[in-house]
């Protein structure tokens, strides 16, 4: 008889939106093997190929069954370096798990659950020492430390490259740390992963915003060989309608970053509070405005509700955080779009909206969100714009000749390479804002593309 997915334990609905602990428990051992047991260990497995780093899945989740959790996680991190987090948050609902052969008759394997539970593993015993391979005698400065730049310095220090991560922010990680809320993604758990590169020899250097404190040319006159821009995509997108400079409407980034790595919610301990009164609107559909509408319910909010211009089935966020929006009493306020904020003393008070239905198919595959001339009002204390990012700017102000495309972001040839020689880009700052696995895969190629260039 086929035997059906275990289930992961999670906090109640009730007690979890009064702090910031994470919600999903992870497998225990026997869980893990149980789940493990599942997989049929194909010969042409489907899940790697819909892998963007194509993690032997069949390889590491075999190894679970034997109970070598060890070894499970040396076949892992041959293609991932991260996967305590990518096992949280990777979508693999539309990307491995999409894929595995068990889901056509029942529920896929849990393997973002399977990887998730190696990692978490790995964090508490393994011990990673430094890299012991032949030095190649050049370095390389990566600028940023997002996933992008995270996946580029495992490659390179694994090679024997020496490897500079120069971070503008007072914390390493990019969005795994200051955007990904701790209730999804523990801080502790990205500060574990990033250990594993400072214990293999990479050097990670804070407060350096490349561009202002530092250029381009002067990192190339320190004596790096090469250089990879891995800068993601923070800049906040706007709706662009009237009223919205009032006070009280804050962007996603902004809220997250503050509450994430300023403390807000541990306010007065933390002297950077955040206002947002009893009832909050978002506006978004992704896991930028599902991170920001759980976040507002934990900062004390009553009503919070979510504004997207589609429909359920649109929602471009993984389903799991839809799932526990839901459960977290998140209202969805889907085909309408907001056309104006209507403001008191400077303050937000209101938000129109104009109510939309769907049209014909996009250019994204979606059926297009269409006015209909019906209009509603919602009162606010305050509004999340979560609509999405772009590119961030500094280095390009700084480095004119830097190719960019009409959405600011870097332009670079098959190998990562931008229009200026020996220096590389990826991640969200090349695909605007993408994801953790797939800014990964590209600070990898990039990687391997510079051995290939530099020698290995
Ligand atoms: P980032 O993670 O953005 O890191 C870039 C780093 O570069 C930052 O630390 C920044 O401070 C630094 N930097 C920028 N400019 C400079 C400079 N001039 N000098 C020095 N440093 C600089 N993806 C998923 O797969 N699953 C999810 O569940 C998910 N949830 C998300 C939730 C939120 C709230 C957000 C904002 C994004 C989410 N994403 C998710 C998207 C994912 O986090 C990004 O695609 C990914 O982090 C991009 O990685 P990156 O390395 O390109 O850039
Ligand atoms: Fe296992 Fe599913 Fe991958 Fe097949 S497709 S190897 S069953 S995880």
Redesign the pocket.
């Known amino acids: 008889m086929m035997k059906n997915r275990v289930k992961m334990e999670e906090l109640d609905e009730q007690t979890r939106v009064t702090h910031f602990l994470e919600v999903a428990c992870g497998y225990q051992e026997d869980e893990a093997v149980f789940e493990a047991s599942r997989c049929l260990d194909c010969k042409n497995p489907r899940c790697v190929d819909a892998c963007p780093v194509e993690i032997d899945i069949p390889g590491f989740i075999k190894a679970i069954k034997e109970r070598d959790f060890a070894h499970a996680y040396r076949v892992i991190t041959e293609d991932n370096i991260l996967p305590s987090i990518c096992g949280r948050?990777?979508?693999q609902e539309s990307q491995c798990e999409g894929a595995c052969i068990v889901g056509i008759k029942n529920e896929a394997v849990s393997i973002g659950a399977l990887e998730r539970f190696v990692g978490d593993y790995a964090c508490e015993h393994i011990k990673t020492k430094k890299v012991d391979v032949k030095k190649l005698g050049y370095k390389v400065a990566l600028?940023?430390?997002?996933?992008?730049?995270?996946a580029c310095a495992a490659v390179l220090i694994d090679h024997g490259v020496d490897v500079d991560v120069?971070?503008?922010?007072h914390d390493?990680?990019?969005?795994?740390?200051?955007?990904?809320p701790s209730f999804?993604l523990p801080k502790d758990i990205v500060k574990e992963e990033i250990q594993v590169l400072k214990d293999k020899g990479v050097m990670f250097h804070k407060n350096?915003?490349?561009?202002?404190s530092i250029t381009l040319d002067e990192l190339k006159e320190e004596g790096y060989k090469a250089i990879f821009l891995?800068?993601?995509?923070?800049l906040p997108s706007a709706l662009g309608i009237p009223g919205e400079h009032a006070s009280g409407i804050y962007y996603?980034?902004e809220f997250?970053t503050r509450v994430n790595l300023m403390g807000s919610n541990n306010f007065p301990s933390f002297k950077t509070p955040v206002k947002i009164g009893q009832k909050v609107a978002v506006i978004g559909g992704g896991?930028?405005a599902m991170?920001?509408a759980r976040t507002a319910r934990r900062l004390g909010a009553s009503e919070v509700f979510i504004l997207y211009r589609r429909d359920m089935d649109s929602l471009p966020a993984?389903k799991e955080?839809v799932h526990h929006a839901i459960e977290e009493g998140i209202d969805f306020r889907l085909l309408e779009s907001p056309v104006m904020f209507e403001e008191e003393h400077y303050q937000v008070k209101s938000v129109k909206t104009e109510v939309m239905k769907l049209g014909d198919l996009d250019q994204s595959g979606r059926r297009r969100p269409v006015g209909t001339k019906e209009y509603r009002v919602h009162q606010v204390d305050s509004v999340i714009v979560a609509i999405g990012?772009s590119p961030?700017p500094?280095?390009k102000r700084a480095t004119p000749e830097l190719q960019t495309d009409k959405w600011g972001r870097i332009v670079t040839n098959d190998q990562g390479e931008t229009s200026i020689k020996d220096v590389y880009a990826?991640?969200?700052?090349v695909l605007g804002?993408?994801?953790?696995?797939?800014?990964m895969g590209a600070?990898k190629k990039a990687a391997f593309e510079m051995l290939k260039k530099f020698g290995h």
């Open positions: 948050v990777c979508p600028v940023g430390s997002g996933p992008a730049s995270l120069f971070e503008a922010l390493y990680g990019g969005v795994l740390m200051y955007g990904i999804r350096v915003l490349v561009g202002k891995g800068t993601g995509a923070g996603a980034n997250l896991n930028v991170d920001a993984r955080e990012q961030n500094i280095v990826g991640g969200d700052i804002a993408a994801t953790v696995i797939l800014a600070g």
